[in-house]
């Protein structure tokens, strides 16, 4: 009994773990992870999401939260974009004390995600921010950026 819990738990690591996969990951997928606010409030990718936008350190979340900031707060709405910040990697403490009232303050939506499955799943390049665009549900392009004009760009294609 306690060999095929093991093999069940084993083979549900391994489903969970799958990388996203150009022409055949949806946004569906996304949905499977859990995202939060910086306030607490649980959110949903929209079946509308043409981009999203996804940083996993400290310096590329910077990056995107500082070209936010000087936009529109309609603005990634209006272009059917969601920015995820994956902080799995950032210590609680400095998550509650320092983070989250500093991105509180910001106007624009970000989605929050705590668990480290979603870096499994989300194609990442070190000190770049990970772009992936959608056609009818579908993931039709992963791109890496490092700058504020390519964001723009990508944001505005």
């Given at each position: 009994?306690?060999?095929?819990l093991?093999?069940?738990g084993?083979?549900?690591?391994?489903?969970?773990?799958?990388?996203?996969?150009?022409?055949k990951?949806?946004?569906?997928?996304f949905?499977?992870f859990?995202?939060e606010?910086?306030?607490?409030?649980?959110m949903?990718?929209?079946?509308?999401t043409?981009?999203?936008?996804v940083?996993?350190?400290?310096?590329?979340?910077k990056?995107?939260?500082?070209?936010?900031?000087?936009?529109d707060?309609?603005?990634?709405?209006?272009?059917?974009?969601?920015?995820i910040?994956?902080?799995?990697?950032?210590?609680s403490?400095?998550?509650n004390?320092f983070?989250?009232?500093?991105?509180?303050?910001?106007?624009?939506?970000?989605?929050?995600?705590?668990?480290?499955?979603?870096?499994?799943?989300?194609?990442?390049?070190?000190?770049?921010?990970?772009?992936?665009?959608?056609?009818?549900?579908?993931?039709?392009?992963?791109?890496y950026i490092?700058?504020?004009?390519?964001?723009?760009?990508?944001?505005?294609?």
């Amino acid at each position: 009994m306690k060999k095929i819990l093991f093999a069940l738990g084993l083979s549900l690591t391994f489903l969970s773990a799958t990388a996203l996969e150009v022409n055949k990951s949806t946004l569906k997928e996304f949905n499977s992870f859990e995202y939060e606010t910086p306030l607490g409030r649980q959110m949903k990718i929209s079946k509308k999401t043409e981009l999203i936008i996804v940083a996993f350190e400290k310096d590329t979340g910077k990056l995107v939260n500082s070209y936010l900031k000087e936009q529109d707060p309609f603005y990634m709405p209006k272009r059917h974009v969601v920015y995820i910040a994956d902080i799995h990697n950032m210590p609680s403490i400095i998550t509650n004390m320092f983070a989250l009232p500093k991105l509180q303050k910001y106007k624009h939506p970000i989605y929050l995600h705590y668990d480290e499955e979603f870096e499994k799943f989300v194609p990442n390049e070190e000190e770049k921010v990970t772009l992936i665009r959608f056609g009818d549900g579908i993931v039709i392009s992963v791109e890496y950026i490092t700058t504020a004009e390519e964001l723009k760009v990508a944001i505005e294609k």
